[in-house]
């Protein structure tokens, strides 16, 4: 398996100081509030599970799923929320946890969906973001790292399932993408 990847963007070392940071700017922006944490499941899974530990403020975690790929590396630009369930949000200080801001579908149509039920604020977090044109306007609050337009796997996220437990951040080998499709 650790054959089809190339070498770390970013290793687990990198991962977990960054993280140990945004913790920190999160903790300060939100002094002396509650937050409350989605967290898009599933390629968000280790993300907000290691920085929500490092974040010191009394917070409430929800999960949820979004899908919007279809095939393996492709988004098919319409994003769905399968578990038909929201938690209550009115007046509360909403934080999205998302794995990576790619064509800024997911983020927009997660921020349209929580603005409609009336929370104090919303804000959006996410460990990647492609240097790339988004497909609608949409930014992330926080950032964990900047990469190219290129797909990655590892640390949450996965191809067709797999990569998801690996501890860094790394492109798929060539081969590995197009002889899977
Ligand atoms: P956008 O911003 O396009 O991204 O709505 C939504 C979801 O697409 C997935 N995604 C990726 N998954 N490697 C992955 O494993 C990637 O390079 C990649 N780019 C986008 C991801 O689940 C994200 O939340």
């Known amino acids: 398996m650790l054959r089809d990847v190339g070498p770390p963007l970013f ?50 975690l929800e999960c949820l799923r979004a899908a919007s790929y279809h095939g393996a590396t492709e988004s098919s630009g319409t994003v769905e929320f399968p578990d038909g369930f929201w938690p209550e949000l009115r007046g509360r200080h909403v934080l999205v946890v998302d794995d990576i801001l790619d064509t800024g579908l997911t983020l927009h149509a997660l921020s349209r969906r929580i603005r409609h039920a009336s929370p104090a604020s919303v804000a959006t977090c996410v460990l990647l973001r492609k240097s790339k044109p988004r497909t609608v306007e949409v930014e992330a609050t926080y950032v964990g790292f900047e990469i190219q337009d290129q797909f990655v796997v590892g640390y949450g996220l996965d191809f067709r399932g797999h990569y998801r437990h690996l501890p860094f951040i790394a492109t798929l080998r060539q081969e590995v993408l197009t002889t899977s499709r």
């Open 11 to 60: 290793d687990e070392a990198t991962i977990h100081r960054r993280l140990g940071e945004m913790a920190a700017q999160i903790t300060s922006d939100y002094h002396g509030q509650a937050l409350t944490v989605l967290a898009v499941m599933n390629g968000a899974l280790l993300f907000a599970a290691d920085l929500l530990r490092r974040v010191t403020l009394p917070l409430q």
